[in-house]
């Protein structure tokens, strides 16, 4: 139990450090300094110390969209495994509860940015709705492979049995699972080659572009609300790429914290290293992803 | 119906007015359809008041000669409009409705392109009183109706610290199927406030017409103000020019291909190029002091000499910005993902490039041999030719592709003079200008082609002055590359053609 709410903890601490280190990884790559590793930090607290501007066309969809983010993210994490050390909550089939509350938070977004009534905002969600709608098979196929593969139902318990259950008997099928939530990670925290963060061309973006109205401390909420949701898609790949587990839940959850941020530093490679893709053909890599995991469910045996 | 002949003159040549023939205008209008259907193409369509009518001089660039053609008619309040058998006039006879209240009869789609009150009181294209407020995109727009089908309105305020311009899209999902460009918002009657002179302002006021293209515009004007007193400028300063002509569309073209690199979010050479067109900017500041190369270029030759030691340091710093360029550049046409992105996106083809009548790197990337420094060249370029740089494809590709081809021949051409300075003064003085004549001064800036062109009054002052930046040509073409694209690609289109606002805006 202690280890598990530590775990918890640290995930709501270290969240935003995630994008610190993908930015000074990107910073290093293009031979700049590069800001501070603790700018998101300073960047989340200065927006909450703001005051908020509401457009008279918005609604409480528009105020509760942030809220919705960062309390799907909070509990989230208290179903999220890190690596062998188990989650503070744990229940059978706790993976789908897992899977729609990332779901419920970027429904909300999605209608926050609706609210607004903006055409930039419009398009944006629409792109949102029609990339998630292929990436939450491939997040769910992965699942289901790794379900399989342990024959257990609960997220932590898979977790746990990941090295022996899986990488051991059939390696394809965790590279295979592996690569799934590399892709669905790329696009679910809007990442080149799905989406560039940098960018400040609104026709071109698809998160960034449904938040453009949020200000003060509801932006806040919604950079940490991404920060968590970001928190919690590395921790999936990590628990599968670090199968390290021993008999102690302790190193069981450092190893993983030190995998997350290895993933971080993948997604500061990857995005120093390519351009976006066009946008008619993320939908295809998209469909790879889902793809590989159904290929992965197939292959256990 | 007989050919009439139009006036031959030379870039940067006066001639006197009355030797320009005088048409009627159904003349004018079939002579200009017969040389644009000939391969020429319109350099300037150019209103000033005479009487009770407007005199509407027409000025055409002859490649295969190597030289101009003019020729001018009187209009009264409606003319039947050039466009539909030319569709090069329509902007420019946008123009002419716009500032002199004349309509041009049989226009497809005639509306203002700077939103500003006609030059002459009480007339008006579009019947407003004279009182009548003038707000800018304030006017009709294409409609695409159908269920889906969807407009997006950008700017006049963007995302980005760039200039204002209003885009409408119309939009079926994320497929556009129609873009209008609405400018204006950078009017200031820059035009009309060089008449009167030359006097000590114009050429700042030349040098600010398009800040990227200080040197270009600056150059454009002392060579219109040297033709029309008959002076020449000296060798020594015609290569100072040229260098910082060359160094001004190296330090564009790779902030472009940066940009460029930055707008498909490839980063590595967004950044490279970001520093790397700073370091170029340094070699204008080298030049004169500034980094745009304000004040540099003056009627009658440079105001700044290159000593042997700085013409060394220029070379040496130079060379050592060309090696980045190539590493950065290299790494951009290299990647996969990125060629992914430019090629096939935002295509013209040559027949709509020709249609429009393009100018510099958008019609060169569409095959066209358009040239100025090769058609007409005109100062030192009459002595040390530039390879004319051209791609076929006509998309992003191409436009980048072809910047590319024209950073590596500049900076060989600007190595070049540099190793073979002659020796003499850099300035002449300049004198009084040529009453009762008309001048046109031709420049390839790093966008295209500029164009200045003056008529005098019989004292040697500016009667008429009319500025043509190749954004003017141009923007258009944006327009029409966007069809059937997706509305994400923008950006990109628009970085390819990165089109100057205040160029066009005047």
Same mark, same amino acid.
């Given at each position: 139990?202690?280890?598990?709410?530590?775990?918890?903890?640290?995930?709501?601490?270290?969240?935003?450090?995630?994008?610190?280190?993908?930015?000074?990884?990107?910073?290093?790559?293009?031979?700049?300094?590069?800001?501070?590793?603790?700018?998101?930090?300073?960047?989340?607290?200065?927006?909450?110390?703001?005051?908020?501007?509401?457009? +008279?066309?918005?609604?409480?969809?528009?105020?509760?969209?942030?809220?919705?983010?960062?309390?799907?993210?909070?509990?989230?994490?208290?179903?999220?495994?890190?690596?062998?050390?188990?989650?503070?909550?744990?229940?059978?089939?706790?993976?789908?509860?897992?899977?729609?509350?990332?779901?419920?938070?970027?429904?909300?977004?999605?209608?926050?940015?609706?609210?607004?009534?903006?055409?930039?905002?419009?398009?944006?969600?629409?792109?949102?709705?029609?990339?998630?709608?292929?990436?939450?098979?491939?997040?769910?196929?992965?699942?289901?492979?790794?379900?399989?593969?342990?024959?257990?139902? /609960?997220? /932590?318990?898979?977790?746990?049995?990941?090295?022996?259950?899986?990488?051991? +008997?059939?390696?394809?099928?965790?590279?295979?699972?592996?690569?799934?939530?590399?892709?669905?990670?790329?696009?679910?925290?809007?990442?080149? #080659?799905?989406?560039? +963060?940098?960018?400040?061309?609104?026709?071109?973006?698809?998160?960034?572009?449904?938040?453009?109205?949020?200000?003060?401390?509801?932006?806040?909420?919604?950079?940490?609300?991404?920060?968590?949701?970001?928190?919690?898609?590395?921790?999936?790949?990590?628990?599968?790429?670090?199968?390290?587990?021993?008999?102690? #839940?302790?190193?069981?959850?450092?190893?993983?914290?030190?995998?997350?941020?290895?993933?971080?530093?993948?997604?500061?490679?990857?995005? /120093? /290293?390519?351009?976006?893709?066009?946008?008619?053909?993320?939908?295809?890599?998209?469909?790879?992803?889902?793809?590989?995991?159904?290929?992965?469910?197939?292959?256990?045996? | 119906?007989?050919?009439?002949?139009?006036?031959?003159?030379?870039?940067?040549?006066?001639?006197?007015?009355?030797?320009?023939?005088?048409?009627?205008?159904?003349?004018?209008?079939?002579?200009?359809?017969?040389?644009?259907?000939?391969?020429?193409?319109?350099?300037?369509?150019?209103?000033?008041?005479?009487?009770?009518?407007?005199?509407?001089?027409?000025?055409?660039?002859?490649?295969?000669?190597?030289?101009?053609?003019?020729?001018?008619?009187?209009?009264?309040?409606?003319?039947?409009?050039?466009?539909?058998?030319?569709?090069?006039?329509?902007?420019?006879?946008?123009?002419?409705?716009?500032?002199?209240?004349?309509?041009?009869?049989?226009?497809?789609?005639?509306?203002?392109?700077?939103?500003?009150?006609?030059?002459?009181?009480?007339?008006?294209?579009?019947?407003?009183?004279?009182?009548?407020?003038?707000?800018?995109?304030?006017?009709?727009?294409?409609?695409?109706?159908?269920?889906?089908?969807?407009?997006?309105?950008?700017?006049?305020?963007?995302?980005?610290?760039?200039?204002?311009?209003?885009?409408?899209?119309?939009?079926?999902?994320?497929?556009?199927?129609?873009?209008?460009?609405?400018?204006?918002?950078?009017?200031?009657?820059?035009?009309?406030?060089?008449?009167?002179?030359?006097?000590?302002?114009?050429?700042?006021?030349?040098?600010?017409?398009?800040?990227?293209?200080?040197?270009?515009?600056?150059?454009?004007?002392?060579?219109?103000?040297?033709?029309?007193?008959?002076?020449?400028?000296?060798?020594?300063?015609?290569?100072?020019?040229?260098?910082?002509?060359?160094?001004?569309?190296?330090?564009?073209?790779?902030?472009?291909?940066?940009?460029?690199?930055?707008?498909?979010?490839?980063?590595?050479?967004?950044?490279?190029?970001?520093?790397?067109?700073?370091?170029?900017?340094?070699?204008?500041?080298?030049?004169?002091?500034?980094?745009?190369?304000?004040?540099?270029?003056?009627?009658?030759?440079?105001?700044?000499?290159?000593?042997?030691?700085?013409?060394?340091?220029?070379?040496?710093?130079?060379?050592?910005?060309?090696?980045?360029?190539?590493?950065?550049?290299?790494?951009?046409?290299?990647?996969?993902?990125?060629?992914?992105?430019?090629?096939?996106?935002?295509?013209?083809?040559?027949?709509?490039?020709?249609?429009?009548?393009?100018?510099?790197?958008?019609?060169?990337?569409?095959?066209?041999?358009?040239?100025?420094?090769?058609?007409?060249?005109?100062?030192?370029?009459?002595?040390?030719?530039?390879?004319?740089?051209?791609?076929?494809?006509?998309?992003?590709?191409?436009?980048?592709?072809?910047?590319?081809?024209?950073?590596?021949?500049?900076?060989?051409?600007?190595?070049?003079?540099?190793?073979?300075?002659?020796?003499?003064?850099?300035?002449?003085?300049?004198?009084?200008?040529?009453?009762?004549?008309?001048?046109?001064?031709?420049?390839?800036?790093?966008?295209?082609?500029?164009?200045?062109?003056?008529?005098?009054?019989?004292?040697?002052?500016?009667?008429?002055?009319?500025?043509?930046?190749?954004?003017?040509?141009?923007?258009?073409?944006?327009?029409?590359?966007?069809?059937?694209?997706?509305?994400?690609?923008?950006?990109?289109?628009?970085?390819?053609?990165?089109?100057?606002?205040?160029?066009?805006?005047?």
């Amino acid at each position: 139990m202690m280890p598990s709410a530590v775990g918890m903890l640290v995930g709501l601490v270290l969240a935003p450090l995630l994008l610190g280190v993908v930015n000074r990884v990107k910073a290093v790559f293009a031979g700049r300094r590069g800001q501070p590793l603790l700018q998101p930090y300073r960047d989340i607290g200065r927006l909450l110390r703001k005051g908020a501007v509401y457009s +008279p066309t918005t609604t409480w969809v528009f105020r509760a969209g942030p809220v919705v983010g960062v309390a799907a993210g909070v509990v989230g994490l208290a179903l999220l495994p890190l690596g062998g050390c188990r989650a503070l909550v744990v229940f059978s089939g706790d993976f789908m509860l897992l899977i729609y509350l990332l779901g419920t938070a970027r429904f909300f977004v999605v209608l926050a940015a609706l609210d607004t009534g903006s055409a930039f905002e419009g398009m944006g969600a629409s792109r949102e709705v029609a990339f998630s709608a292929l990436a939450e098979p491939a997040l769910l196929l992965a699942m289901a492979a790794l379900v399989r593969a342990t024959g257990m139902r /609960s997220l /932590s318990d898979a977790m746990g049995k990941v090295w022996s259950d899986v990488w051991l +008997p059939s390696m394809p099928v965790a590279v295979l699972v592996a690569a799934a939530l590399a892709v669905v990670l790329l696009a679910e925290n809007a990442r080149i #080659p799905f989406d560039d +963060p940098n960018t400040h061309l609104e026709l071109t973006m698809i998160h960034e572009v449904m938040v453009l109205d949020h200000s003060g401390p509801d932006f806040g909420l919604v950079l940490y609300g991404s920060a968590l949701k970001g928190w919690i898609f590395a921790g999936l790949l990590a628990g599968v790429l670090v199968p390290l587990r021993t008999g102690s #839940p302790w190193l069981n959850a450092g190893a993983a914290v030190v995998g997350i941020f290895a993933v971080a530093v993948g997604v500061g490679v990857v995005e /120093s /290293s390519m351009a976006r893709l066009r946008l008619v053909r993320v939908p295809q890599l998209l469909v790879g992803a889902g793809v590989m995991a159904a290929l992965a469910v197939l292959l256990v045996r | 119906m007989a050919r009439v002949s139009l006036a031959e003159l030379y870039n940067g040549g006066a001639v006197l007015l009355a030797e320009v023939p005088r048409l009627g205008w159904e003349d004018l209008r079939v002579a200009v359809g017969d040389e644009v259907a000939a391969g020429n193409r319109l350099a300037a369509l150019a209103g000033r008041p005479v009487g009770d009518g407007i005199e509407v001089l027409a000025v055409l660039v002859r490649p295969e000669q190597g030289c101009l053609a003019a020729g001018r008619a009187v209009v009264g309040d409606r003319f039947a409009s050039l466009t539909p058998g030319c569709p090069q006039a329509h902007w420019f006879e946008r123009e002419l409705a716009e500032g002199w209240g004349i309509v041009p009869e049989g226009h497809p789609w005639l509306k203002p392109i700077r939103f500003h009150r006609s030059y002459r009181p009480g007339h008006d294209a579009w019947g407003r009183a004279d009182d009548a407020p003038i707000l800018p995109s304030v006017t009709d727009f294409f409609r695409v109706d159908g269920e889906e089908v969807h407009e997006v309105a950008v700017g006049p305020v963007h995302a980005g610290v760039i200039e204002p311009g209003h885009f409408r899209f119309s939009c079926h999902g994320e497929r556009v199927m129609h873009l209008e460009i609405s400018l204006g918002y950078q009017h200031r009657g820059v035009e009309r406030a060089l008449v009167g002179g030359p006097d000590r302002r114009s050429v700042h006021l030349a040098e600010t017409l398009a800040g990227d293209s200080s040197v270009a515009h600056a150059t454009a004007f002392s060579q219109l103000v040297e033709g029309l007193s008959g002076c020449q400028a000296p060798p020594r300063a015609e290569i100072i020019r040229a260098v910082a002509l060359e160094l001004e569309r190296l330090a564009n073209h790779v902030g472009d291909l940066g940009a460029l690199a930055g707008d498909v979010g490839y980063l590595p050479t967004l950044s490279f190029c970001g520093r790397l067109r700073g370091d170029i900017l340094n070699l204008t500041a080298e030049l004169c002091g500034n980094r745009f190369g304000r004040n540099l270029v003056r009627p009658g030759g440079v105001a700044f000499d290159l000593e042997p030691e700085r013409v060394e340091r220029l070379a040496t710093r130079l060379g050592a910005a060309m090696r980045d360029v190539r590493g950065a550049v290299g790494m951009l046409f290299d990647s996969s993902s990125v060629m992914a992105r430019l090629e096939g996106t935002g295509a013209l083809s040559a027949a709509q490039a020709v249609e429009l009548g393009l100018v510099g790197v958008a019609a060169r990337a569409c095959g066209l041999d358009r040239d100025v420094r090769a058609e007409l060249p005109s100062g030192m370029y009459r002595f040390a030719q530039v390879p004319v740089s051209t791609w076929h494809t006509g998309d992003v590709f191409a436009r980048a592709w072809v910047r590319w081809l024209e950073v590596q021949r500049s900076s060989q051409f600007i190595q070049d003079r540099l190793a073979a300075m002659p020796k003499g003064p850099t300035r002449v003085d300049c004198r009084p200008l040529a009453g009762g004549s008309l001048a046109v001064s031709l420049v390839e800036g790093w966008r295209g082609e500029v164009c200045h062109l003056a008529i005098t009054e019989p004292a040697g002052r500016f009667a008429s002055y009319k500025v043509v930046d190749p954004s003017f040509h141009n923007w258009m073409g944006l327009a029409l590359a966007l069809r059937e694209q997706q509305i994400s690609d923008f950006p990109l289109c628009n970085k390819s053609f990165n089109l100057s606002y205040c160029g066009h805006d005047l």
